[in-house]
């Protein structure tokens, strides 16, 4: 039996501030939520609701305790809807509980509880790939806890802020990676490296599917967890994840990630398809200005590419810096370098597994689009070929291909040692 509050929120009006309208245009047909999907995560939750039209809402913000709103128009209470609240896990960080109930004829109000105070993203998708029509809820926290998170953050509002004449300042260190000191007796070396690593894809965006259904978004994101651990055993490296779950990630804040971060080098890790089942072998690709080394390169950065599209982001337009980001042309150098990071990866890689191309492949991937980062995008095999996909999803090849990546990076900065840029404590 619901409490008299419930009822209120699931059969009564709210009295409540209204956030936003955002109507779609006419439909021929009532719309249907044919599937809803969840994403928990510390940097954020999601909740999908995936139909067979658009659909039109209204939102609002309730306190005491504190609640989302989201009242579906010409909807009709299913059992998708209902579904939702077994959708939900214990350690949710940010919902408490969650429902869905019919409010009055044509209209489904679904109510998030919430454990903290949130900022939440509603929005709209238009069909891409295999999804149909989305509402997309983003819970993200009104304080970020993340500190590299909440500097991206505070970036994105001063980008969109007004323009004040004033000095350029150089960017500062997030708060979680600030080696401004660092004893001697500890680290034994002069520069402390940045590296970071990017699994692909994430929640709603699994990447590619092998014939046997295991995911790409999965397979490297555990390679990318065993490479870390080899890279954190060294006494100069630091290790910066671009998604630690499962979880989606713009390709922009990839980007931005790995700038605030102050890499020195940014290695994404991919598992993708072809066309064809029996392509195989592993390969790396670097940025390219001027265009795709071959029409397999070109097909697959397109592919990439279209990871915001399928993983569903909210463009904002204000985001200045960001665009500038994804616009700037990378400078030459820091394409050869990537160059060089790419052959050392290709002649580690080249151990433990065939090479689709003897050399590093170039494409205009927006993810390796950092102007001033050594980048690599590196494919560690075809997950659409069925030989390839048993060994992707192996205990022993994921940890091959972590320590061939690992020693390729150590050979890399081997031979490129970065710049000097860390204080260390002289004694």
Do not use: C
């Amino acid at each position: 039996m619901i409490d008299a509050d419930r009822r209120r929120l699931l059969g009564g009006a709210a009295g409540a501030l209204l956030l936003s309208v955002l109507p779609v245009g006419a439909r021929a047909a009532a719309p249907t939520v044919v599937a809803v999907r969840m994403w928990p995560a510390d940097a954020y939750t999601r909740v999908t609701l995936e139909s067979d039209a658009p659909l039109t809402f209204k939102q609002f913000l309730l306190k005491n305790p504190d609640r989302l709103v989201v009242d579906l128009e010409g909807v009709e209470l299913n059992s998708e809807l209902q579904s939702l609240a077994g959708k939900l896990t214990a350690d949710d960080p940010y919902i408490q509980q969650l429902r869905a109930g019919r409010f009055k004829p044509g209209v489904v109000r679904v109510v998030i509880d919430l454990k903290t105070e949130i900022k939440p993203q509603v929005f709209t998708l238009p069909p891409v790939g295999e999804y149909r029509n989305r509402l997309v809820i983003d819970l993200y926290p009104a304080v970020q806890n993340d500190p590299l998170l909440a500097f991206l953050d505070e970036q994105q509002t001063s980008a969109s802020a007004p323009a004040v004449a004033a000095a350029p300042t150089p960017t500062p260190t997030p708060a979680s990676s600030k080696p401004q000191v660092v004893e001697r007796s500890d680290l034994k070396v002069d520069r402390l490296v940045t590296v970071v690593l990017d699994p692909g894809h994430g929640g709603e965006d699994p990447g590619a599917v092998g014939p046997g259904g295991n995911r790409e978004k999965t397979v490297v994101l555990q390679i990318a967890n065993r490479l870390k651990a080899l890279l954190e055993k060294e006494p100069n490296i630091r290790v910066v994840m671009t998604r630690d779950g499962d979880y989606f990630v713009p390709l922009g804040t990839r980007v931005r990630k790995a700038r605030a971060a102050k890499a020195d080098l940014f290695v994404s890790l991919h598992a993708d398809a072809f066309t064809r089942p029996d392509a195989n072998g592993s390969s790396v690709f670097a940025l390219s200005e001027r265009g795709a080394t071959s029409t397999a390169a070109k097909w697959l950065a397109q592919t990439q590419n279209d990871a915001d599209l399928i993983g569903g982001v909210k463009i904002d337009t204000k985001d200045i810096h960001l665009a500038r980001t994804l616009m700037d042309l990378t400078q030459t150098a820091t394409i050869n370098d990537s160059l060089k990071l790419g052959k050392v990866m290709l002649g580690e890689l080249g151990n433990i597994n065939r090479l689709h191309k003897a050399q590093v492949e170039q494409a205009g991937f927006a993810v390796l689009k950092a102007p001033d980062i050594p980048s690599v995008l590196v494919e560690t095999a075809f997950i659409s070929n069925p030989s390839e996909e048993r060994k992707l999803i192996s205990d022993d090849y994921q940890q091959q291909m972590a320590n061939a990546l690992h020693q390729g990076i150590k050979r890399y900065f081997a031979a490129n040692p970065p710049a000097p840029r860390t204080k260390v404590a002289r004694g």
